[in-house]
Structure formats: C-alpha cells, structure tokens
C-alpha cells in the first residue's frame, strides 16, 4: 500500500506556471512508477505526464509536452509536476498515480494507487 496526497494547485492567470507535488507514504516510492493523470468537469480522465522509478525516463501527452515537467526525488518520496505556459484548457482536477509495473504507463486502468486531486484553474 502506498498512500498519495497532491498538493500545489490553485488558481493562475493565462501564461503563468504552478508546480505540483505528490507525496507519497506507506512504501517508498522508488517502488513505483508514478503518473500525472487530469480530469475536468464532465470529460475523462486524461493522461499528462508518466516516470519510471528511477526517473531516467518519462513521457508526456502531446498537448502538454514541452509545457510541463514530470520529475521525481525518491530520497524525498515526491513525485512533482512543473507547469508552465498554462492556459484555461488545461483547467482540471489533477491527479497523481502509482503503480508497481515496469517502465512507463499511460493508461490510468494500469495505476492501482491514486491521490485525491488537487484543483487547477486558469483563467484568461
């Protein structure tokens, strides 16, 4: 069991950045690879950003690569998720998952432990 609690959301203007972060106990999180997952209000949820245990890899959804940075620190047991260049369509509910598999996942059926979400808004 590893237990997930997001924290860094909130509300920003168009073109600023926040930085999110995923803290993770129970297990350590070098166990897990670790997913950004986000969900507005009446749409799926959708994939962002995923790492692998080490952090030596990661990849992004196109609409938000090269716009955010998924990272880890397992000594701290944080997964963290910065983002910069934001706009109101990346307005949601985000979300971090792990999951004890290897390499990277992007399908959130694959991620057994999730946090409770953390609200991002960006206004115009």
């Known amino acids: 069991q590893v237990q997930l609690v997001e924290s860094g959301g909130g509300l920003v203007q168009a073109g600023g950045s926040l930085r999110l972060s995923c803290a993770a106990s129970?297990?350590?999180?070098?166990?897990?690879?670790m997913g950004w997952f986000r969900q507005a209000p009446g749409k799926e949820r959708d994939f962002i950003a995923a790492?692998?245990?080490?952090?030596?890899?990661?990849t992004y959804s196109d609409s938000v690569k090269g716009r955010f940075t998924i990272s880890r620190d397992n000594v701290r047991n944080t997964l963290y998720l910065q983002m910069n260049s934001l706009n109101p369509e990346d307005t949601a509910v985000y979300y971090c998952?792990?999951?004890?598999?290897?390499?990277?996942?992007?399908?959130?059926?694959?991620?057994?432990?999730w946090g409770q979400g953390t609200q991002v808004t960006v206004s115009s």
């Open positions: 998952a792990a999951d004890s598999g290897p390499g990277l996942a992007t399908n959130w059926a694959r991620y057994d432990y």
């Open positions: 129970g297990r350590t999180l070098s166990n897990f690879r």
């Open positions: 790492i692998s245990r080490s952090g030596g890899s990661t």
